[in-house]
Each structure stands twice: as C-alpha cells, then as structure tokens.
Nanobody, 115 residues
C-alpha cells in the first residue's frame, strides 16, 4: 500500500502561480508513474501531467506550456509548478502514482483561481 501526502493548494489570482507537492511513502524509484489529475465540479477527472520514472513526461492539452511536472526519486516526491493560472484551472487536484500494476491516489488538494 502506498500512502500519498499532498500539499500546496490554495487560492490564487488569475495569472498567478502555485506549486503542488506530493510525497509518497515508498521509494520513488519503484514508481513507474507519478502525476496529477484534477476534477472540477460537474466534470470528469482529467489528466494534468505524468512524470515517468526515467525522465519523460506527458501533459494534458489544457495545461501545456503553463504547467511543469517534475519528480525527485530520492525524495519520493512529485511536484507540479503551475504558472499563468486561469479560473478554469479551479479544481481539486489529485496526486497519482503507479507501482507495478497498482494505482494509488492522494486525498486531493483544492486549487481556486479567482480575483
């Protein structure tokens, strides 16, 4: 069982920045994928970004060029740097990791973009 602890959500004005962090209870080297999803009210959960174990990454179309994902395997942590935030980025952001064939989710952290 993998435990995930998220931090960094909050309220930010449009155009602002936030950084989310997610620490896993197991070695980052054992996690093939670390990433983030989000879910806005009334919408389905969608991919924000994945960071794969050996350095590649993948982004959802709506965040490309604005968000950057990174992972620190020795610290078992994945980060999401969010810049140029828009009101439509408002959602609960969930940390996600994959270990072998198993998927694990964090409890979610609220990000609200509003003036």
């Amino acid at each position: 069982q993998v435990q995930l602890v998220e931090s960094g959500g909050g309220l930010v004005q449009p155009g602002g920045s936030l950084r989310l962090s997610c620490a896993a209870s197991v070695s980052g080297f054992s996690l093939t994928t670390m990433g983030w999803y989000r879910q806005a009210p009334g919408k389905e959960r969608e991919l924000v970004a994945h960071a794969f174990r050996y350095g590649s990454s993948k982004y959802g179309d709506s965040v490309k060029g604005r968000f950057t994902i990174s992972r620190d395997n020795p610290k078992n942590t994945v980060y999401l740097q969010m810049n140029s935030l828009k009101p439509e980025d408002t959602a609960v952001y969930y940390c996600y990791v994959r270990q072998s064939e198993d998927d694990y989710w964090g409890q979610g952290t609220q990000v609200t973009v509003s003036s």
